[in-house]
T-cell receptor, first 113, second 118 residues
């Protein structure tokens, strides 16, 4: 089975801190994604990557950056966390070919105080 | 840009009954994929069912089936013989059929929370 692992299920950070959310997948998927999930807003795409060192902005990239140094790992970075970044963050991966089914991690719930 | 609309924020169904979740989408493309994902409480999101736009036949996976109306841009999910384990958030999603690299992101609706009443 495909496994997408997010390093932290729950994090509490302070305003202004730098935050790293790590995601690793074990199925050699080309594509990786970071979504943000908020009640009543659904899932919104922050960034995605279709190859190592390649990244593309999604719908809400402001305040975030990403890093993909290795194919299996995709990191989301909050350079200076703010309270409006309190949310659930979901990582997902997919194959380049076929219909692109997304495989999700369990999510990282970030609280910024 | 494509949009996906789920007009029912919450729904409930009696155990063993049938429920239909609605989804509409807006696109100018003719080739695309549609998905229903399920997110149980505190658990990861998983794919329930998918539909290729070029296929006229509605997709079916056991108790889950879709009613795909391409002209109306409608993609509803029907759950038959509802079970307690079906209680979850359900998200409808759209993906372009464009095969250019970098075009595999999904656009999601806001979700429908389904409760199953014993």
């Amino acid at each position: 089975d495909v496994k997408v692992t997010q390093s932290s299920r729950y994090l509490v950070k302070r305003t202004g801190e730098k935050v790293f959310l790590e995601c690793v997948q074990d199925m050699d998927h080309e594509n990786m994604f970071w979504y943000r999930q908020d009640p009543g807003l659904g899932l919104r795409l922050i960034y995605f990557s279709y190859d190592v060192k390649m990244k593309e902005k999604g719908d809400i990239p402001e305040g975030y950056s990403v890093s993909r140094e290795k194919k299996e790992r995709f990191s989301l970075i909050l350079e200076s966390a703010s309270t409006n970044q309190t949310s659930m963050y979901l990582c997902a991966s997919s194959l380049e070919r076929e219909y692109g089914e997304l495989f999700f991690g369990e999510g990282s719930r970030l609280t910024v105080l | 840009a494509q949009t996906v609309t789920q007009s029912q924020p919450e729904m409930s169904v009696q155990e063993a009954e049938t429920v239909t979740l609605s989804c509409t989408y807006d696109t100018s493309e003719s080739d695309y994929y549609l998905f229903w994902y399920k997110q149980p409480p505190s658990r990861q999101m998983i794919l329930v069912i998918r539909q290729e736009a070029y296929k006229q036949q509605n997709a079916t996976e056991n108790r889950f089936s879709v009613n795909f109306q391409k002209a109306a841009k409608s993609f509803s999910l029907k759950i038959s013989d509802s079970q307690l384990g079906d209680a979850a958030m359900y998200f409808c999603a759209y993906r372009s059929g464009d095969t250019l690299a970098g075009s595999y992101q999904l656009t999601f609706g806001k979700g429908t929370k389904l409760s199953v009443i014993p």
